[in-house]
């Protein structure tokens, strides 16, 4: 592939990258890629940036080294992956004594803001190590070949691919859960099982929490770190669901399926359900 950059300190670190210029249609409505490459240290060095509109990746392919970030420091070693809101200064540094190569991007796009904000809510960390890092190598060298390429649609492919990177991303470090001791985990996956399965009863907190033995507060909070929802929201979610299938492959009357699925009478069910659907009942059952 041809370089498109060639590193100007090269006697620091050998890189080779890609840097791209996304469309406007990309750059208003998608994930879109701003730069990548691979990067080996030649000697030691330091790489310092701050208020840039970008979101910076990188896994550590060989090597060991530092990151500040956030006034925290972390210390990376091979496989340790990197995630982080270049809006806010960071340094990373590779260990004099273990010369580091990593792989990288640099991306945005409109919703990124709000992807990364929930990634920090549900305990995704600046750097975690992944249990199969492969898949990270997979998505950036797929990355790489399509910000090299003549393809005519390949801002949609980063889009696909940003996306994946993201995916992996998430499922590698959402699990709040773990912090929990394992009892308490437990009762509160107890506590939605029993939603999902008793989701046409009246069900208020106090009831849950005497049956499970578990505090409110406990409760509430472990609930939506877990599961990203409030209980109240995750069992209106349940309700909704459920009526939708109703409604699509029964022949019940909007009457008969607000009871069923524990909403209530008819006039409150439309109400509750187009706050959600943004139509009626007996629309949704028209339109699907």
């Given at each position: 592939m041809e370089e498109l950059f060639t590193n100007n300190k090269s006697t620091i670190v050998s890189s080779d990258r890609v840097l791209y210029t996304a469309g406007s249609f990309a750059r208003c409505s998608l994930l879109h890629l701003q730069e990548i490459g691979t990067l080996k240290a030649l000697r030691?060095?330091?790489s310092s940036r701050s208020d840039l509109q970008s979101y910076l990746f990188f896994i550590v392919t060989k090597g060991s080294g530092s990151l500040i970030y956030d006034?925290?420091?972390?210390?990376?070693?091979?496989?340790?992956?990197?995630?982080?809101?270049?809006?806010?200064?960071?340094?990373?540094?590779?260990?004099?004594?273990?010369?580091?190569?990593?792989?990288?991007c640099h991306f945005y796009g409109p919703t990124m803001t709000t992807i990364y904000n929930k990634y920090c809510e549900r305990g995704g960390r600046p750097v975690f190590t992944p249990t199969d890092p492969g898949q990270?190598?997979?998505?950036?060298?797929?990355?790489?070949?399509?910000?090299?390429?003549?393809?005519?649609?390949?801002?949609?492919?980063?889009?696909?691919?940003?996306?994946?990177?993201?995916?992996?991303?998430?499922?590698?470090?959402?699990?709040?859960?773990?912090?929990a001791l394992p009892s308490k985990k437990a009762g509160v996956l107890e506590v939605k099982k029993y939603l999902d399965e008793n989701y046409s009863e009246r069900i208020n907190l106090d009831d849950l929490c005497n049956r499970f033995f578990i505090s409110k507060y406990y409760l509430t909070h472990s609930f939506k770190e877990q599961f990203g929802l409030s209980i109240t929201n995750y069992l209106l979610s349940v309700r909704i669901t459920h009526a939708k299938q109703l409604l699509r492959f029964s022949g019940k009357t909007v009457e008969e399926i607000g009871y069923e699925v524990g909403i209530g009478a008819p006039a409150y069910f439309s109400r509750v359900f187009k706050n959600v659907e943004g139509v009626s009942p007996s629309v949704y059952r028209e339109q699907w």
């Open positions: 030691p060095h330091t006034n925290s420091e972390y210390s990376l070693s091979e496989g340790s992956c990197v995630f982080i809101d270049c809006k806010y200064s960071y340094s990373h540094t590779t260990d004099p004594d273990n010369l580091w190569e990593l792989r990288w990270f190598y997979s998505v950036l060298s797929d990355l790489y070949n399509i910000a090299g390429s003549e393809d005519y649609i390949r801002d949609m492919l980063i889009n696909e691919h940003l996306g994946s990177l993201i995916r992996l991303i998430m499922s590698e470090s959402w699990h709040p859960e773990n912090q």
